[in-house]
T-cell receptor, first 113, second 111 residues
Framework: GAVVSQHPSWVICKSGTSVKIECRSL??????MFWYRQFPKQSLMLMAT?????????EQGVEKDKFLINHASLTLSTLTVTSAHPEDSSFYIC?????????FGPGTRLTVT | AQSVTQLDSHVSVSEGTPVLLRCNYS??????LFWYVQHPNKGLQLLLK??????LVKGINGFEAEFKKSETSFHLTKPSAHMSDAAEYFC?????????FGAGTRLTVKP
């Protein structure tokens, strides 16, 4: 199956700093990428949907100025958590699709101290 | 709008017995439906997908699911559970621009 990578796999940052997470589709072109957040023992919650070359569509309750999403190419999307706070600590997962099923990255665990 | 409901948050079976994980969906379109599995501290893995072809879909590791439009269901089954099947399972409904996850079902397999 198709491969989606995320970098970094885990990151620890101090409160008030910004963190960028990359999501790459390695062997296919992803016209659509999704960003999810997962709290412990809970389902994935969709944060935003991004299509290459256009602005991301954010889910209700997700602050677009805090979670900046850029989908600059067909193989790369980035999520930047700005001015991170401890409550932003979570597991962030991206998925990417072209016409087939979505494929998921391995996730990034963010800890804000 | 579309949504998906996984009817059981936790299912416990004995090794060698059948597995049934239930999923109901609602969608304004002819949906694509997926089952994903997530093992502890791992990413999501696609088990199987339904995209308007055969209603009985076979996936990896002996899993299969049947799309029943009249019941708006897409239940996941396996004839005989293995210890390695213990994980979290997610039912997903999708159209090209949107994906919705169920709350997940934790499968426990007892020896």
């Amino acid at each position: 199956g198709a491969v989606v990578s995320q970098h970094p796999s885990w990151v620890i940052c101090k409160s008030g700093t910004s963190v960028k997470i990359e999501c790459r589709s390695l062997d296919f072109q992803a016209t659509t990428m999704f960003w999810y957040r997962q709290f412990p023992k809970q389902s994935l919650m969709l944060m935003a949907t991004s299509n290459e070359g256009s602005k991301a569509t954010y889910e209700q309750g997700v602050e677009k100025d805090k979670f900046l999403i850029n989908h600059a190419s067909l193989t790369l999307s980035t999520l930047t958590v700005t001015s991170a706070h401890p409550e932003d600590s979570s597991f962030y997962i991206c998925s990417a699709r072209d016409r087939g099923p979505p494929y998921f990255g391995p996730g990034t665990r963010l800890t804000v101290t | 709008a579309q949504s998906v409901t996984q009817l059981d948050s936790h299912v416990s079976v004995s090794e060698g017995t059948p597995v049934l994980l239930r999923c109901n969906y609602s969608s304004s379109y002819s949906p694509s439906l997926f089952w994903y599995v997530q093992h502890p501290n791992k990413g999501l893995q696609l088990l199987l997908k339904y995209t308007s072809a055969a209603t009985l879909v076979k996936g990896i590791n002996g899993f299969e699911a049947e799309f029943k439009k009249s019941e708006t269901s897409f239940h996941l089954t396996k004839p005989s559970a293995h210890m390695s099947d213990a994980a979290e399972y997610f039912c997903v409904v999708s159209d090209p621009g949107d994906m919705r996850f169920g709350a997940g079902t934790r499968l426990t397999v007892k020896p």
